[in-house]
Nanobody, 114 residues
Framework: QVQLVESGGGLVQPGGSLRLSCAAS????????MGWYRQAPGKQRDLVAL???????NYASSVKGRFSISRDSAKNTVYLQMNSLKPEDTAVYYC????????WGQGTQVSVSS
């Protein structure tokens, strides 16, 4: 059973930054890709950023240039650095890992408000 544990969410003012972490219970390179998704109230869960085992990254157009996904293989952790946050970034952020199966973390709340 794979466990993904997110951390780093919180309340931040517009223009601020946060870094989310996703710690996996096994080698992150064993997954085809890992990513971050978000879900705002009343909306569907959407992809924010993704990184493949080979290091290719992909971003939602709404976060390009502001968010950055990275990883630390020694810590089996994937990060999402979020800069220039906007109120519309407010959502629960979920970590995702995919191989033959798909695994989800429990989510971490990010709120952007003045």
């Amino acid at each position: 059973q794979v466990q993904l544990v997110e951390s780093g969410g919180g309340l931040v003012q517009p223009g601020g930054s946060l870094r989310l972490s996703c710690a996996a219970s096994r080698n992150i390179f064993s997954f085809a890709d890992m990513g971050w998704y978000r879900q705002a109230p009343g909306k569907q869960r959407d992809l924010v950023a993704l990184i493949t085992a080979g290091g290719i990254t992909n971003y939602a157009s709404s976060v390009k240039g502001r968010f950055s996904i990275s990883r630390d293989s020694a810590k089996n952790t994937v990060y999402l650095q979020m800069n220039s946050l906007k109120p519309e970034d407010t959502a629960v952020y979920y970590c995702n890992a995919r191989e033959g199966s798909i695994y989800w973390g429990q989510g971490t709340q990010v709120s952007v408000s003045s």
